[in-house]
Each structure stands twice: as C-alpha cells, then as structure tokens.
C-alpha cells in the first residue's frame, strides 16, 4: 500500500498541528495503521496505533495530548497533535501493518517534518 503523509509545518510551543496519512487501497484492509516519528540522532519510536477496529495505542510522551483516528470511508489515517512542545519536534511516519496468509506486510509513508520551536 502506498502511503502519502502531509500536515507538517513549524508550529509553536503550545500549538496544535494535524498530520494526515492518505492510504492508496481501503484502510477497512489494514490491520493495524501508526504514526511513528525521528528525532535527529535519536531511533523511530511508535507515536500513535489505531487498529481496525479502533483500538488505539500512544506513547506516554504523548498520552492526553495526541489523538490517532481513521476515517475509513476517505482511506485516511489522522493524528491531531495538540500542546505540542519542542521534543515533539521530528520527521512523523505514516505506517501501514497487513496480516495475511503469506506473512506480515509493513508499508511506510515519506514522512513530514514537524518543527516545535518559538
């Protein structure tokens, strides 16, 4: 599946962003979609899970701040990131999980650049 993520931008401490995933085949498919995210210098970490039947998981850096949700009738993933502080600041990627008779399969989006900063 292709994945296609947008909504980055330069926000300020405090502010809000939110990031979209637009999946190129009906999200009702994949089992599992996420949002993870790079710091410069740090690893990919999981930020955001929703599964597809709307179980939902979140780092605890982010519990009570960030909201994943899917919206399966436009293929599209979404993570509503409010008070967002400067060690929010990363590249966040879009991830698509699919569990199939042949093994597991794991797509990633391009990824979009948020910059937490005053």
């Known amino acids: 599946v292709q994945l296609q993520a947008s909504g980055g931008g330069l926000v300020q401490p405090g502010g809000s962003l939110t990031l979209s995933c637009a999946a190129s085949l009906s999200i009702s498919h994949i089992n599992i979609m996420g949002w993870y995210r790079q710091a410069p210098g740090k690893q990919r970490e999981m930020v955001a899970i929703?599964?597809?039947?709307?179980?939902?998981n979140y780092d605890d850096s982010v519990k009570g701040r960030f909201t994943i949700s899917r919206d399966n009738a436009k293929n599209t993933v979404y993570l509503q990131m409010n008070s967002l502080k400067p060690e929010d600041t990363a590249v966040y990627y879009c991830?698509?999980?699919?569990?199939?008779?042949?093994?597991?399969?794991?797509?990633w989006g391009q990824g979009t650049l948020v910059t937490v900063s005053s």
């Open positions: 929703v599964t597809n039947i709307d179980n939902t």
């Open positions: 991830n698509a999980l699919r569990f199939t008779p042949s093994g597991t399969l794991n797509d």
